[in-house]
């Protein structure tokens, strides 16, 4: 049974992203796969403060609630990262997450020592965004950064949900095949891990 981490970034619990995360969960879990959720809004997580305490071991020696995420991060088989997007880019919630994960940047490329751009993708990840407006390139800063992030955590990003115009929570209850999208690639991210 593959075991899927979804984490979401929203600072609204029941936001648009909120509502479209919710929606894939339900269909990784319809399609058999064991879902752990993380709210990162109520989590007590500190930036990264840069003081490489990581050097030795590749653990973050920060001692707050990221040790279980990262924890998380490590066990599961995919991921689902869900955040809406400000100033194009993801949410502060989102970015702590992504900065402290450079306690895995330290394992993976001063510790371990891969050679940059051979790393195996052994896991797949989803990232699920909505955002207030309609810009061409709206979801671009994000997914470059959301494709490192997984990078550093042998995962490729299998496949993006990314929804413009919706602002006010409950603006994606409008639109039901975006919905129906979610539940689908929850399902599918599943059929993708059981294969791989």
Not at 39 to 47: A, H, I, Q, T
Not at 56 to 82: E, K, M, W
Not at 86 to 99: G, H, N, P, R
């Amino acid at each position: 049974m593959p075991r899927i981490l979804a984490i979401s970034g929203s600072p609204r619990r029941q936001g648009n992203t909120s509502t479209l995360l919710a929606e894939a969960v339900e269909g990784a879990r319809r399609a058999g796969a064991e879902v752990t959720e993380v709210f990162l809004r109520e989590l007590d997580m500190s930036p990264c403060l840069e003081i490489y305490g990581c050097k030795t071991n590749g653990r973050c020696a920060i001692n707050d609630d990221f040790q279980a995420v990262y924890d998380q991060l490590l066990a599961c088989h995919g991921l689902i990262l869900a955040s809406p997007i400000f100033f194009y880019t993801v949410s502060a919630q989102t970015k702590i997450l992504m900065d402290r994960c450079q306690s895995l940047w330290v394992k993976k490329y001063w510790i371990d020592k891969t050679p940059f751009g051979q790393g195996e993708f052994t896991r797949k990840g989803l990232f699920i965004s909505a955002a207030a407006t309609r810009g061409k390139k709206l979801f671009d800063p994000a997914l470059l950064s959301v494709r490192y992030f997984f990078d550093v955590l042998d995962m490729e990003l299998w496949r993006s949900l990314l929804v413009r115009g919706v602002d006010f929570a409950g603006d994606v209850l409008e639109r039901p095949e975006q919905l129906d999208r979610a539940r689908q690639d929850g399902r599918d991210l599943v059929l993708a891990l059981s294969q791989a």
